[in-house]
Every structure is written in C-alpha cells, then in structure tokens.
C-alpha cells in the first residue's frame, strides 16, 4: 500500500505568493524526503529531514515533520513561475528503499 | 545535475519487439533503480541492485528484467513489449550508506509508447 500521500493533489497561487504542500504516510519512518519533478522529467532531491528532526530550511523551502502525526509539509516561500513542478514526498520503505506518494502539482501563475 | 543518464528519452514501438532501456552513472554509487511512471501518477519501484552481479524485484510486478555487470550500468529489458507496457521509465542512483535511506538521484527518464 502507498506510505505517502500527499494534499493537495493540485495547487494554483499567484507568483510571490508562499506554497504549502502535506504529506501524510503510515508507518514509522527514519527520514522524509521532498523530491520535485519538472514536466516529463526525472526527479531532483530537494531535502531531507530525519525523524529525529522537526523543521529544516534549504533557501526558500521550510519542511516540518510531526512524527506524532505521521506528517509533513512542504512550504515554499516567495513562490516563481520557476517553481511550477509536481512535488513528491518519499519515506524509507525498508531495505533502502523509498516510497513515493503521489505528488502535489503546483503551478505558479505569472 | 546529476551525472546519470539515460537513453534513449522518447522510444515508440511496435507489439512484440524486444528493447532494453539504457541506464548509466558515473557517480561510482553502488545502488540503482527503476521505477515506474504514469503521467501525472506516483513512482512504482520494479526492480533495484545493491551492487555488482546484485538484481532484487521491486514492489510493483514488473514482466521486464534488470542486469548488473559493472557498477554504472543498469539496462532494463522487456522481451516482448506490450501496449501496457507504456509509460515512463525512471532510472535512479544512490549511495550505500551504514543505515537509513540515501538521497537518490534520478535521470531524465525514456518515455516509452508502444503501439
């Protein structure tokens, strides 16, 4: 079964405005990671965060992890039409191995 | 960017043909992956290797097969491709680490239609 699921399926803001992205999973985790995928692509790494772990920075990307929820966000701060993308979280799914949820679809209107 | 690539990036083909999917990487990384992607769709794992002469079946049942002779190379076969056997086919690295999951670094993919 999927371990991460991300909400929204789909989000359109406006260009400077911030971008929050969620993921929930199910089962206990040692890392998530936040990957983003340009249209017909493959995937770029964005950032990881340990379970240990409860807010990291990268830029203008802000990630929080509630392990008490099994959940994350992904918010992006002063968003760029640059910044349009599919966005996936990824959980270790054991034996080195991640799981994708489904991805959120941001698109940045100019 | 990351130095892993694939070809070719656009493959369309007939019912019945028999094609391999290139996959290399000159990060030395012992770990390689295949995943699957339909469009607008999550990434499905069908096969990974740990290593050299290493080939493990992934999570999502897949009829192609995988080989590992060298390091930076990891083909992935379909013997008879199939219609259904259309889709994205996303090629990844990591690095063996002592414990825990590895930052994984993609290709740009071979988008494969088979006709």
């Known amino acids: 079964s999927q371990q991460g699921e991300e909400d929204p399926q789909a989000l359109s803001i406006q260009e400077g405005e911030n971008a929050t992205m969620n993921c929930s999973y199910k089962?206990?985790?040692?890392?998530l990671q936040w990957y983003r995928q340009n249209s017909g692509r493959g995937l770029v790494h964005l950032i990881l965060i340990r379970s240990n772990e409860r807010e990291k920075h990268s830029g203008r990307l802000r990630v929080t992890l509630d392990t008490s929820k099994k959940s994350s966000s992904l918010l992006i701060t002063a968003s760029r039409a640059a910044d349009t993308a599919s966005y996936f979280c990824?959980?270790?799914?054991?034996?080195?191995?991640?799981?994708f949820g489904q991805g959120t679809r941001l698109t940045i209107n100019p | 960017e990351a130095d892993i690539y694939q070809t070719p990036r656009y493959l369309v083909i007939g019912t019945g043909k028999k094609i391999t999917l290139e996959c290399s990487q000159t990060?030395?990384?012992?770990?390689m992956y295949w995943y699957q992607q339909d469009p607008g769709m999550e990434l499905h794992l069908i096969h990974y290797?740990?290593?050299?002469?290493?080939?493990e079946k992934g999570d999502l049942s897949s009829e192609s097969t995988v080989s590992r002779i060298r390091t930076e190379h990891f083909p992935l076969t379909l013997e008879s491709a199939r219609p259904s056997h259309t889709s994205q086919y996303l090629c990844?690295?990591?690095?063996?680490?002592?414990?825990?999951?590895?930052?994984?670094?993609f290709g740009p993919g071979t988008r494969l239609t088979v006709l």
């Open positions: 990824a959980t270790d799914g054991g034996a080195q191995k991640l799981v």
């Open positions: 990060m030395g990384h012992d770990k």
């Open positions: 290797s740990y290593g050299v002469n290493s080939t």
């Open positions: 990844a690295s990591s690095e063996l680490g002592a414990s825990g999951t590895d930052t994984q670094y």
């Open positions: 089962t206990s985790i040692n890392n």
